[in-house]
């Protein structure tokens, strides 16, 4: 099972993670390219962070929502929103990393799952960095829209699961803000992650059993105590005999 947080997500020069604690404990780590946070100095340090701890680097591309850190719905051309994300994609790549997968930050990657549109200009500009790579470059997600059109460009999807956020019955995340929408207790977090892992299924806010396949779990950096709990994942895995690796 990988296990990956959002990472190199500097505001002004300032991180929002204590990405040297994340990188001891993540397989994957996906790095902000600029468009809700960091920078080129950002993204040359997480590279060089993650490649020191030999932890897997992906692309977190965002509506170009700095003010609002990509959590702010926005209504994009699907042309200039692709435009948008492959010049994100380019600044990481150019920063140094082997990009092994993408995936879309706060309120895009929302509006992947939901809108067939903005998951195809989403899926085009992988598409493009694949071209250049010369490899089908995974899009990571929650799944609905963004799985359909991955496969229409050729690409392969991957679900991940989210251990800090509250989900909905129908699969979908409790909105920032709601109740139950955030865990912080290591403990509970530790025990969702064993649940995914081991029987492939995550429990939602109302009570209601949903089953998953994801193969990645993730922990949001900047949540608080996500060092604590990353820490507490990642024991209770290796406790369990999960094995925790980067699937890209």
């Known amino acids: 099972m990988d296990l990956n947080a959002d990472l190199g997500e500097t505001v002004d020069g300032v991180p929002t993670a204590d990405d040297t604690a994340m990188f001891a404990v993540v397989s994957s780590a996906s790095i902000a390219c600029g468009g809700h946070a960091g920078d080129d100095r950002s993204m040359r340090d997480a590279v060089a962070g993650a490649a020191a701890a030999g932890v897997a680097v992906g692309a977190h591309p965002s509506y170009l929502d700095r003010p609002g850190f990509g959590r702010v719905a926005m209504s994009v051309a699907p042309r200039e929103l692709r435009r948008q994300i492959g010049h994100q994609l380019a600044a990481l790549d150019a920063a ?35 071209a250049v790579t010369g490899r089908a470059v995974p899009v990571l997600g929650l799944g609905g829209a963004i799985v359909d059109a991955a496969a229409a460009v050729g690409l392969p999807f991957r679900q991940e699961a989210f251990l800090d956020r509250g989900y909905r019955a129908d699969g979908t995340l409790v909105p920032r803000g709601a109740p139950g929408a955030l865990l912080a207790d290591p403990s509970e977090v530790a025990d969702r992650a064993l649940r995914l892992a081991v029987d492939a299924r995550v429990v939602a806010v109302t009570g209601e059993t949903i089953p998953s396949e994801a193969v990645s779990l993730c922990l949001h950096g900047d949540s608080p105590g996500a060092v604590a709990m990353a820490r507490a994942v990642r024991s209770a895995l290796d406790a369990a005999g999960v094995a925790v690796r980067a699937p890209w």
Do not use: C, F, N, Q
Request: glycine share 6%; hydrophobic share 45%.
């Open 96 to 130: 140094g990393a082997d990009i092994r997968y993408v995936k879309p930050h706060g309120a895009l990657y929302h509006a992947a799952s939901s809108d067939p549109e903005t998951a195809r200009a989403v899926a085009e500009a992988v598409a493009d960095l694949s």
